[in-house]
């Protein structure tokens, strides 16, 4: 039986030369291709550029904010306009703010922890609370207490309702703001602040402060607490267009402005007729600089245009009623400040705060002129822009600008509306909230919108495939998924 | 050499007849009786007596036989052995049949052992070489269609080799491939498939088996389950596909055959336009530069003026002193895109082999030639293969095999997906149906410039096709060096290294014109490299124990390694135009994981470009037969993988099988039943994971200025992944009636695949998009059926055999994750709301989107809901549509034959399973298709409900233009496009002649054979209006979607055969 034996001889042989190997293994499925930790600047440039792209991208701002509060209305494509929106868009924006977002923030909280960088967990708080507000504000209830949990194999969060989400945010952007130590260790990477911890805890304030006024409505006891401690002259708030949240696109592949960047394959998006009329009647030095005037003439079939030059189109146009207004060079385009490859990101402006102020002391939350802080408010929205002093302080004299207390909500909704040109998704959430200016439904808004203007974006439809339990849940709670279903601050 | 072979022949023969008193010597001649070509080889014996010899080369013999002898026995491999009196002549011509009991007896089973079909308990099922090389496909894998059961082969599109999946017995994977290994000679080779094509564009590079060359193939036996196939692991799970090439020993002297195929290609099937209306929206068009300056101009749909012949400016109309002049308003046609937007494709493959061999060495050596032109202009596919094939006997005990396959494959493929790199997208989804292509043609022909009918969305597809080209070339060798010892005349040592290496090169370019990409010109260069590379030692032994009892064992061990480096790199903008290197890149180039900076959607970001794998395995093998009729196998494997924590890299699996051949074991002989075996067999197999799949990594991106950026990736890792797991069980029986003439073979079985390493979609809100989990156990139960019957009698000069297959399987997703969370995975996704799922309690490949808003109960239940714009309102809910997997799947061949004509037809069918259609969901949106004229002046009110404030209904009453109707009707709710893709496809069909020999005696030809052949011809029946049902956009598992798919072809033509 010599074979036998050879046969088991070579059985082992083969065995020991494998055991042996066993220890390359290891080595070969080391990754040799990407980092496996992560550097807290990089993390943090990278977060900003993302989100705030996001922000200002097709889905949630061009196709989404500005179309539905009219500021911009679409030429071609026109489905969104029409209430429309694609499946896609859905699942871009929860998406990208959830795992490109959220989750580099909060890993950013997590290194500041552990790196013992107070500072460094601020700005990941605060950042974090800006882009679960944006959510919430897109979809309503959605998931925040058991987001982010998945190495603790939290697979399927629940949707937390959005009182109980704008209770946490308040609380946690306090958080932030008591942890920074505006000498203490630096934030490295940031393109928002370069770093200024001071001007960290004013956007931290300020934007509790946005968010404490949007529940006014609906938990007025917790706003009125907050906006009075946030309003007591003390609290450091952004004091001044230089102390603006906003992020630097510039000039460069992947860093630019998103709607530049749109525009490079796309000419999809005009100026609605309802801002180019509203800024034409109150002869708005923000006009030009909000639209540019058309390239061509438009048929006179179409009528004389009260706009002169700048030629703003409905809302909700067919494909062949804007066919009617003649050629796409005879409406007016966005403004050239806003198509720019380095304009400015915008989070949260100057103007924004005196607006909220105006606001509390309309509501009599805190003592003061509001009609002084609104016009201080429109002051700030104009020198953003740079308009001449004179010309600012004309506009202001004129009738239809003066403040008018008996109706608070219409100045302050009106003027708001003009100063967030281009924040789509602030100007959509701040006229749900004071339901002005008074707009009129989209021409042909389709079947699905119900003949009203949208007031939430429908969950993403990966959520009925990935999370179905809790999504019903949240529905049952929150009402159908449907664009027409009112958010739990939207009361009014 | 070849007179040399001769004399030593004649020496043999010379040494034969001194040994006997020889009193005459017989000669004759022995031909195959369906080709009536002489047939080498055949043992001629003098029955009763050990005097004997071979036919040479032309099949003639010469045998001087003792004075006794009156009867001669010819017997042959796969022949049915045959007795001829001699009676006085000294001249004996036999024709010899195909034996249908012999034929497939020798299978070659895993690892490359040849075994006797008789003994294996589970099912496996062959195809000869000469199936494959008559009628031709460029990827090989399409040839199986319809031929086998159980095996599902789907083509996706009609581009120039463009991937194939094939599928045995239902997808075994919930995420990674279910395509089956191919082992040619010993040797497990790639079929990785490097395409992007998905719904948002991209290439399909065809898929890597697709180099295999049909002329080089003796033989393709498919071991249909786990239980066949344990022995080569887990790669195994999935089938495996073991090809045998054609060798030079068996050919006595030297032997050189040409043959040669010419076919022609059109569209099978193309979408049904219509040809009333023209470009523009609300009725109105008048052409100004095509970009919205006219009236509608820069609108890319269909909704325009009735083309009646009334005069408008158009994008061919002539300008004179600057003015668009205005032209009738008419149709260029109907056909006008099939008839002249395609070009007749056509494909000429030829393949030249020698070979030459004696009884200790052979050597055969095969130069092939594809040419292939598309249907699409400028688009081909050419191919050169060369093989060679030897093998020597150094002494009687050792010898040495090689098999060296070098290709050399280019392709210029057209984009592919719904991208407007795509030049489908425009022809039936977004059209001006007064377009006529042959002036888009002229007009890129005379400018050279992109200028278009459209020019906001839309190129010129002559533009893309010449100028947004996608070239790609691969080298490849596959080879491999066998060395066998045989220490005993039983026990035998093998040793084998395989490598399997090629280099791809892609290059694409976009130039700045096109629509796309408005800067600058952006070009692309991709390299692949991949390399299998297998060592492998086995220790082979067969002895009779007992004069009844037969043993078979094997034990071996095996290294694999697997690397993978690829890279890309683009330069977006280019700064002379038109010179597409990337030394012309003006800015930085583009690489890695940057390409989102980049416009150019055919670039996709490359997480690890570099994946290196091992595993190790020992295994072994014994096989018990007890008189021939009685078998029982078993075989155990243990894998250490590196892609698997240190704790659960090692893993062990295996099988048990046996069989029983009842007429043998009962001693039936000579009755109406011929043959009856029952099988029987359970086996397990198990998988290591991907190359880094225990680390969570962060990824990287273009710096912000001179700032580096990273991310957190999206899919999160997981360090505690076991191995995959299947276990699988199947019984079968085989029978066959009327000595052999018909013959039944049915196999049930039943896998198992759990602990599968899924990365499972996970809502966003978890901070990831997907987790790595061993989650998900998938089953499939399922039977296949082999039906031949050869209704004629054996030794009639006309024969018709029948060959029959039927399969079905049910699949079904059990289980995800062990805490149920999970209940779905993503396999895949539209671009436009139906992904394709794996969903518990479902079959897998759930069709998953918006349906119709439909009336609950009450009077007008199941009624279609319409909103007050008079389209149909989508349900919120998203529901099951459909499954792509279907009921069942078959095939019927039929060959005649008479006097060297041969007649093969092909049908065969899938039943039941859906797809969802982006060609019909735009094609309606725009008024492209036929379908969209009901209404069109008049507008329509939609059949279903409108619903009162009330909550009640009433019968709709809302009239909608037609532009809004069926705009709403097929973009509200992916129902509307979601198909029945069932079919019943005429395959092929062959018709063969052999030339008679005597027309060739005196010259220096042996055989000739022509044969007019045609694939995908028909497609007898089919409910998908205007596409292919067969149709995706790649071999990977989202099956079930089809966008703006370039059609398959029909295929028409002819080959011709020579041997020297």
């Known amino acids: 039986m010599i074979s036998r034996k050879s046969s088991l001889a070579l059985a082992a042989s083969f065995t020991l030369a494998l055991s042996a190997c066993e220890k390359n293994l290891d080595a070969i499925n080391s990754n040799p291709n990407n980092a496996t930790q992560g550097n807290p600047a990089y993390i943090l440039t990278g977060a900003e550029r993302s989100n705030i792209s996001r922000l200002f991208d097709v889905p949630i701002n061009q196709d989404g904010g500005e179309l539905i509060v009219q500021h911009w209305a679409k030429v071609q494509y026109t489905d969104e306009d029409r209430y429309a929106f694609r499946p896609g868009s859905y699942q871009s924006i929860w998406d990208g703010f959830y795992a490109n977002g959220l989750q580099d923030f909060s890993e950013l909280v997590r290194q500041g922890q552990v790196s013992n960088n107070p500072n460094l967990q601020a700005v990941g708080m605060i950042m974090r609370t800006y882009f679960f507000s944006v959510l919430t504000d897109t979809y309503g209830d959605v998931p925040y207490s058991e987001a982010l949990q998945l190495a603790s194999n939290v697979l399927t969060p629940k949707y937390d309702a959005q009182q109980d989400i704008y209770t946490g945010m308040i609380a946690e952007l306090k958080t932030a703001s008591t942890l920074i130590q505006t000498s203490g260790a630096e934030v490295g990477g940031d393109a928002i602040y370069g770093g200024d911890m001071a001007k960290w805890q004013r956007f931290a304030n300020s934007l509790r402060l946005r968010l404490a006024m949007r529940i006014i409505d609906a938990n007025p006891t917790l706003a009125r607490t907050t906006v009075t401690e946030i309003l007591n002259g003390t609290t450091p708030l952004i004091s001044s267009n230089a102390d603006n949240a906003q992020f630097a696109f510039i000039n460069s592949p992947a860093n630019t402005n998103p709607i530049y960047t749109n525009r490079l ?228 | 050499m070849k007179k040399s072979l001769f004399l030593l022949l004649l020496l043999v023969n010379g040494l034969l007849q001194q040994a006997w008193a020889q009193d005459r010597t017989i000669s004759g001649k022995v031909t195959d009786r369906s080709t009536n070509q002489g047939l ?39 022949y049915a052995s045959q007795e001829q009196a001699i009676g006085s002549s000294n001249t004996v011509d036999v024709t010899l049949a195909t034996d249908t009991k012999q034929l497939g007896e020798v299978v070659v089973t895993a690892l490359g052992r040849e075994e006797t079909k008789r003994s294996l308990g589970y099912a496996v099922q062959d195809i000869k ?341 996608n070239d790609d070339e691969r080298d490849r060798i596959i080879g491999n060096l066998t060395l066998t010892y045989d220490l005993t005349d039983w026990l035998k040592l093998t040793a084998r290294t395989t490598n399997d290496l090629y280099n791809q090169f892609n290059q694409r370019r976009v130039p700045a014109e096109t629509v796309s990409n408005a800067v600058q010109d952006d070009y692309t260069e991709e390299r692949i490299r991949v390399l299998e590379r297998n060592t492998e030692f086995l220790a082979t032994a067969n002895r009779n124990v007992t004069e009844d009892i037969n043993l078979d064992l094997l034990v071996g061990a095996n290294r694999r390694d697997n690397e993978l480096n690829r890279s890309q790199i683009a330069a977006p903008n280019l700064a002379v135009p038109g010179l597409f290197t990337l030394g012309n890149a003006s800015g930085a180039l583009v690489t890695g994981n940057n390409f989102d900076a980049n416009a150019n959607s055919n670039n996709t970001n490359i997480l690890n470009p570099v994946q290196n794998l091992r595993i190790n395995s020992v295994y072994g093998s014994a096989r018990v037969g007890y008189k021939n009729w009685a078998f029982l196998g078993g075989n155990v494997r243990n894998d250490w993988s590196s892609t698997l924590p240190a704790a659960n890299r090692s893993f062990f699996y295996g099988g048990v099988d046996g069989s029983i051949v009842i007429t043998d074991a009962i001693g039936l002989t000579e009755s109406f039943l011929s043959f009856a075996k029952v099988r029987a067999s359970y086996a397990t197999s198990g998988n290591g994971a991907g190359a880094y799949n225990l680390t969570d990594i962060f990824t990287g991106g273009t710096a912000y200025g001179t700032s580096p950026v990273q991310t957190v990736y ?24 009327l000595k052999n003439r018909i013959g039944l073979e049915v196999t049930g079985y039943n896998t198992d695949s759990y602990d599968q390493i899924l990365s499972v979609l996970t809502s966003a809100s978890t901070g990831y998009t997907s987790k790595l989990l061993n989650a998900g156990n998938l089953s ?22 029948l060959s029959a297959n039927f399969a079905a399987n049910r699949n079904r997703v059990t289980k995800f994750d062990d805490a149920g969370q999970i209940k779905n995975y993503v396999i895949g996704s539209s671009g436009f709301g139906v992904n394709v799922e794996a969903r518990v309690g479902e079959q897998y490949g759930a069709l998953f989107g918006s349906a119709f808003q439909r009336v609950p109960d009450g009077e007008y239940k199941g009624q279609i809901i319409y909103g007050t714009d008079g389209t149909p309102l989508a349900d919120p809910t998203l529901r099951v549509l459909g499954h792509y997997t279907p009921d069942w ?167 011709v055969n020579f041997t020297l």
Not at chain 2, 141 to 147: D, Q
Not at chain 2, 207 to 216: E, H, K, R, V
Not at chain 2, 781 to 788: F, I, K, P, Q, S
Request: glycine share 12%.
């Open chain 1, 265 to 492: 394959t796309r000419d999809d998006h005009r100026v609605s007729r309802t801002i180019t009329s509203r800024l034409s009647r109150l002869n708005d030095p923000r006009l030009p600089i909000y639209a540019d005037p058309a390239q061509c003439a438009a048929p006179a079939s179409t009528g004389p245009d009260s706009t002169g030059l700048y030629r703003g189109i409905p809302n909700g146009l067919t494909n062949a009623n804007v066919a009617l207004l003649g050629p796409l060079c005879s409406s007016s385009k966005v403004g050239s400040y806003f198509l720019a490859a380095d304009a400015p990101g915008v989070l949260m402006t100057y103007a924004e705060v005196l607006f909220f102020k105006a606001e509390a002391i309309a509501r009599g939350l805190i003592t003061g002129n509001a009609g002084t802080e609104y016009q201080n408010a429109i002051r700030a929205s104009m020198a953003q822009y740079e308009v001449p002093a004179a010309d600012v302080t004309a506009y202001l004299a004129q009738p239809g600008v003066a403040y008018n207390s008996a109706n608070y909500k219409q100045s302050i909704g009106d003027q708001k509306w003009i100063a967030l040109f281009g924040q789509g998704v602030e100007a959509w959430s701040e006229w749900r909230r004071l339901d002005y200016p008074q707009l009129r439904v989209a021409a042909s808004a389709v079947g699905a919108a119900g003949g009203k203007i949208p007031v939430r974006f429908n969950y993403p439809a990966n959520e009925q495939t990935t999370n179905a339990a809790s999504r019903a849940a949240a529905v049952a709670r929150q009402g159908a998924d449907a664009i027409t279903t009112k958010l739990w601050w939207d009361r009014l």
């Open chain 2, 40 to 78: 080498p080889g055949v043992t001629v014996l003098a029955k009763g007596t050990t005097v004997g010899t071979s036919t040479n080369s032309d099949g003639a013999f010469s045998l001087a036989v003792p004075s006794s002898t009156t009867t001669l026995v010819f017997s042959f491999v796969g």
């Open chain 2, 129 to 469: 070489g000469e199936e494959f090389t008559q009628a031709r496909e460029t990827n090989v894998v399409n040839s199986l269609t319809g031929r086998l059961a159980g095996v599902q082969v789907s083509n996706s599109t009609g581009a120039p080799g463009s991937s194939a999946r094939i599928v045995i017995r239902g997808a075994k994977s919930i995420s990674g491939s279910s395509q089956p290994l191919f082992v040619i000679d010993g040797q497990p080779i790639d079929n990785s498939s490097f395409s992007n094509s998905g719904s948002g564009g991209g290439i399909d590079y065809g898929n890597a088996a697709s180099d295999i060359n049909p002329d080089d193939i003796e033989s393709m036996t498919v071991l249909k389950g786990a239980n066949a196939s344990s022995l080569y692991g887990s790669r195994g799970a999935n089938g495996v596909i073991v090809i045998t090439t054609k060798s030079g020993r068996k050919s006595r002297g030297i032997g050189i055959s040409v043959n040669s195929t010419t076919s022609f290609e059109s569209p099978l099937k193309t979408p049904d336009l219509q040809d009333q209306y023209g470009q523009g929206t609300g009725g109105e068009f008048s052409y100004v530069d095509g970009a919205g300056s006219g009236i509608n101009d820069g609108y890319d749909e269909s909704w325009g003026p009735r083309l009646d012949g009334r005069l408008l400016p158009q994008f061919n109309s002539p300008v004179v002193n600057g003015v668009r002049q205005a032209t009738p308003w008419v149709s260029p046609g109907k056909d006008n895109i099939r008839k002249y937007f395609f070009e007749t494709g056509h494909t000429l493959t030829n393949n030249v082999a020698i070979s030459g061999g004696n009884e200790k060495a052979g050597v055969r050596v095969s130069y092939t030639n594809l040419d292939q032109k598309g249907i699409l202009y400028n688009t081909y596919l050419r191919r050169n293969t060369v093989n060679v094939n030897g093998g020597v006997d150094v002494t009687n005990k050792f010898k040495v095999s090689t098999n060296i396959n070098y290709s050399n494959t280019l392709g210029r493929r057209p984009g592919q997906g719904y991208d407007e790199l795509n030049v489908m997208q425009q022809m039936y989804t977004w059209f001006g149906r007064q377009v006529d292509v042959r002036d888009l043609k002229s007009l890129y022909e005379s400018t050279g410039s992109n200028a278009n009918w459209n020019n906001n969305y839309h190129n010129n597809p002559y533009y893309v096709l010449g100028q947004a080209t």
């Open chain 2, 714 to 737: 999206n899919a999160a890792y997981n360090p505690d992944l076991r191995p995959e797991r299947t276990r699988s069980t199947e019984a079968g029986i085989e029978v066959r009636f």
């Open chain 2, 780 to 801: 499939n139960r399922g039977v296949e059926a082999v039906l031949t019957v050869a209704p004629l009698s054996p030794t009639s000069a006309f024969q018709w055999n």
């Open chain 2, 889 to 1055: 799947i078959g095939g019927i061949t039929n060959q005649f034959s008479y006097k060297g004509i041969n007649l093969s037809v092909t049908v065969d069918t899938r039943q039941g399973g859906q797809l969802q259609s982006e060609t019909n969901l735009w094609g309606i949106y725009s008024g492209a298709l036929t379908s969209t004229l009901p209404g069109r002046e008049e507008g329509i009110i939609g059949a279903g409900v409108q619903r009162n404030p009330d909550g009640t209904y009433r019968p709709n009453d809302v009239r909608a233009d037609a532009e809004t109707y069926y705009g709403g009707l097929s973009y509200n709710a992916r129902e509307s496009t979601v198909y029945d893709a069932s079919y019943v496809k005429l395959r092929e069909v062959r018709l063969g002649y052999q030339l008679p020999k005597t027309l060739l005696d005196g010259t220096f030809i042996k055989g000739v054979g022509v044969s007019f052949v045609g694939r995908n011809l028909w497609l007898i029946s089919s409910h998908a209006p205007g596409i292919d049902p067969e149709t995706s956009f790649n071999n990977g598992n989202a099956q079930g979607l089809e966008s703006t798919q370039i059609p398959s072809t029909r295929s028409y033509g002819f080959n």
